[in-house]
Each structure stands twice: as C-alpha cells, then as structure tokens.
C-alpha cells in the first residue's frame, strides 16, 4: 500500500496527501512533490528563518543592490521609463487620481523613481515652485499589473520619489518587472495648472530568452 503521508520540514509526517493521482508505487520512496500542499496561514516572521544555526543575515537595505545574473548570456542596460499629467489634459482634475500605464517589453528592475512638478501658469509660478517643495504639489502611487501594490495608497510625493539629484531609490533588490506587464502610476494633482512627470530608473535584463542569436 502507499504511504499516505506529507513531506514536511522534518521528513514523512501523517497528513493530507495533495495529487492523489500520483501516488507512489509500492515500496517506492515518495517525494515532495507528490505530498505537497497549501498553507492556508501565513508563516510569522519566526517562522521564515532559515534551517541552519544562523537563520538570518544582515544585508545593508540602501543603495539599491539588484541581482545580477551568473548566466554569461545574460547583459543589462539602463533604461528611464516615464509617464505624465500635464495641465492641458482632459482627464486632469485637481484633488482627483489620473491613471497612466507605464508599458515594459522586456523584464526589468525598478531601481529607483524620480518625479517633478512645473508650474505652467505665472501666478503659480510666483509661489516659488523649488526642487525641494514640487514633490509636495501631487499624490502619487504605483500599482504592478498584476494589482500587487507598490504603494498601499497615495502619498506626497516627495515621500516616495526622489529627483535624478538625489534619487527616490527603492532599496533592497529593487522592484522585479516581468516582460510584458505593466505599471500602473495613479498621479493626483493638488494645485491647478502644473505639469507632473514621474520617471523609473530601471535596469534591462537581456539575454537568450529575449533575444536570438545568429550562428552562420
């Protein structure tokens, strides 16, 4: 008879069996994948450590470090994607969220985002409008195409963007973007008559999965 058992952290424990369809045959060892099933709850942060004696590691969380490939094959290029609201749009209502998709072809990592504000109106444009204050004319938020939130909800810009200066770097390992999806950038205006333009500062990864290589 096979073994009704779950792989678990510590071997074969009593438990569900999740692909009744592949059950082993007799006498054979099963393997994890045949036992595999869902968690429902969410390990704590206890839980996710690692299974040696040194269960967690220190890494520094600024700069922006992105994972760099081993794969020869495998080149990267800086690219600087970008959307705006401009004043003169018809979809721009001060106080209101305007939605601009920002389209990759190819897999990136979003190192960092920088955004401004410019006054198009002279009366505006005499309160001053600096590097330092534009970031706090506008809300801003970005929302992966698959609706995993890069922000949870708008903020003052200048709390998650930087200027190309001092730029708003993400930390850790950046942000993946897989090939085809998309970012969506939710702007808000909070005063009449500025244009916003919100730049990712990205890093291409190319390679033989993305490109095609001639042999003659």
């Not at 730029?167 to 205006?189: F, K, M, S």
Request: charged residues 15%.
């Amino acid at each position: 008879m096979a073994n009704h058992e779950s792989y678990g952290q510590s071997g074969f424990v009593p438990g569900y069996m999740s692909n009744p369809g592949q059950q082993p045959t007799p006498g054979q060892q099963p393997t994890p994948e045949q036992y595999r099933s869902a968690v429902v709850a969410m390990p704590s942060s206890a839980q996710l450590g690692g299974p040696e004696i040194l269960p967690w590691v220190r890494f520094p969380f600024y700069p922006t470090a992105p994972w760099y490939s081993t794969n020869p094959n495998v080149g990267y290029q800086v690219r600087f994607y970008s959307c705006g609201l401009s004043s003169t749009d018809a979809d721009f209502v001060v106080g209101a969220e305007t939605n601009r998709p920002v389209a990759f072809d190819i897999p990136v990592r979003v190192i960092a985002i920088n955004g401004a504000a410019f006054a198009t109106e002279p009366d505006l444009a005499a309160l001053l409008i600096t590097e330092q204050n534009m970031n706090l004319l506008y809300k801003v938020r970005v929302e992966y195409s698959s609706n995993d939130k890069l922000h949870t909800a708008a903020r003052f810009a200048s709390t998650v963007v930087g200027t190309m200066r001092n730029p708003g770097e993400l930390g850790g390992h950046g942000y993946n973007v897989d090939q085809g999806a998309t970012l969506l950038v939710g702007i808000t205006p909070l005063v009449p008559e500025i244009d916003i333009d919100i730049v990712f500062v990205c890093l291409e990864i190319r390679g033989p999965r993305n490109f095609t290589m001639q042999r003659g």
